[in-house]
């Protein structure tokens, strides 16, 4: 059986007449979804009996850049384009193939996988092609619509497994795998949540090139950390239900234990991986508190996690929080827990390469007045202040915030509040620490499928999603709030990033950040205030 795995091209959306996307294109940064899926597919294939060579393609780092539409946003247009190689280059590959799968988590690369599926199709119709991913769990009928036999939902190891094994051996899929038959194909739904110490390390064989995924994600990292880079989760889930977030479809919080990060710890070291990129929807959820007593739901949680941090310097490595800290847990015990920030964010920076700990993303993501009633994870910002002050002390230098704005009732008073506190928490850690390098994320609100803002607020979008998919971006607004327009929201957003990063912006992201002064109200139209110009160590 020969079954290949995809990574479409990278969807990058620019206003006509300019160069800059309107989101981060980031084809170089490490990828861990296929690796993982590969690695467990494999492990159940040989367990089976069944011979089957897995091939993983990553068609973004091919080159070029193919226009496919545009939309109209506000009082412009959007060209979209797909980063990548031409669909035409993978003709000969794709006619090797029994199965071909295609992973999507993000809806604004939606209309790129369906287009890519249905070039494949018509080079070889004999083949079966399977979706996964986040979006497709959520969405399945728009892929079997467009290109798609199969829609693998939530996690794929065993479901692939089976979909492979159901091809070998000629017999129907529904005898191996809970399916259920739609209009224009079938969908198979996850049966069983994989226990995380059964996790097989990453197939990293079947990447071309681990060196050239010189991409962190999160901006230039200090000149001492070294690639090779990978993403890296040690756990699946969340204990927190956040509204905006699909995390909570993926099942109930699942964690390895020390043991088994070891395992894949010594398979990164002997592949000769440099830098971790802790990817997880949230490793502090080990540290997850019940009841009045505040008693710990795992007894061993905090032990371990400071365990897990114990091996990853003594095997050496760098590392960053790629995908942010639920960093209220630091004062679950009601006072700073500097063991475990010790643990997390120990580094040693006196060598030729960086050890430990050198960036950590952060998630304010709502800076209004009590913000633990928005989102339950959070603290006050008093609170959230002298937490990252702590970090300083540590000497992580290198802090990225993320902030929401475009939240149900937001007004121009409302993210003029957002901005003055972002100014007062970075003058604050910079006056603490001039060396330091704050970033902020500033994401415009959006409603992701499969997410509960989603189920109940659909009806608030400005766009029809199947025909546009290209508008559900962290880096758009696609909807109004009582006040504000969705293009207003996106301007507020794009004013912030100006005032909080000055030129970082470029050396972050590379993204559109030019004001339309006249889209915004006269309150808030004069000219910004200065931001500091920091270069990037190494920079």
Known sequence: MHVQLYYAPYPSQRFRGEEQPLSTVRVLNPKSALVTLAAGVRRYLDAWGIDADLRIIDTQVDGGETYYKSFRYGPRTVDCHRVGGDFAAYEDTIRQADICGISNNFTNSAGIVTDFAQALRTYNPRCLFVAGGMDATARPDYYLERGFDVVVQLEGELSLARIVEARARGVPLAELVPTEVRPHGVVVSSSSMLDMDQLPPMALDLVDGLERYTDTGEGVPPATV??????????????????????????????????????????????????????????????????????????????????????????????????????????????????????????????????????????????????????????????????????????????????????????????????????????????????????????????????????????????????????????????????????????????????????????????????????????????????????????
């Open 226 to 539: 070294r690639p090779p880079f990978t993403c890296f989760e040690t756990s699946r889930g969340c204990h927190q239900t956040c509204s905006f977030c699909a995390t909570p479809m993926r099942g109930r919080y699942r964690f390895m234990s020390p043991r088994a990060v070891e395992r894949h710890l010594r398979h990164f070291r002997d592949a000769g991986v440099n830098n971790l990129l802790f990817q997880e929807d949230n490793i502090l959820s080990r540290i997850q508190r019940v009841g009045r007593q505040r008693n710990l739901l795992y007894d061993t949680g905090r032990d371990e996690t400071i365990e897990i941090f114990h091996m990853a310097r003594d095997y050496g490595f760098s590392w960053e929080f790629a995908n942010g800290l639920e960093f209220g847990k630091f004062v679950d015990i009601g006072e700073i827990d500097t063991e475990l920030m010790g643990a997390l964010f120990w580094n040693d920076q006196t060598g030729e390469r960086w050890r430990g700990c050198y960036r950590v993303q952060i998630p304010l993501e709502f800076l209004g007045d009590d913000p633990t009633r928005k989102y339950r994870k959070l603290r006050s910002f008093e609170t959230e202040l002298e937490i990252l002050d702590a970090v300083l002390d540590f000497g992580v230098d290198y802090q990225t915030f993320n902030v929401i704005i475009g939240h149900p009732g937001d007004d121009d008073a409302a993210i003029a509040t957002y901005l003055d506190r972002c100014l007062q928490l970075r003058d604050a850690l910079l006056a603490r620490s001039p060396q330091m390098v704050p970033y902020f994320n500033v994401f415009n609100r959006t409603l992701l499928p499969g997410t509960r803002d989603y189920r109940e607020q659909r009806h608030q979008l400005e766009f029809d999603i199947e025909r546009d998919p290209e508008v559900i971006s962290v880096y758009l607004s696609p909807m109004n709030t009582d006040t504000l327009t969705y293009y207003e929201l996106f301007q507020h957003r794009v004013r912030m990033v100006q005032e909080l990063n000055g030129t970082l912006v470029d050396q972050y992201d590379g993204i559109h950040h030019v004001l339309d002064r006249a889209a915004l109200a006269d309150s808030v139209a004069a000219g910004p205030r200065s931001a500091p110009a920091r270069a990037l160590d190494g920079d």
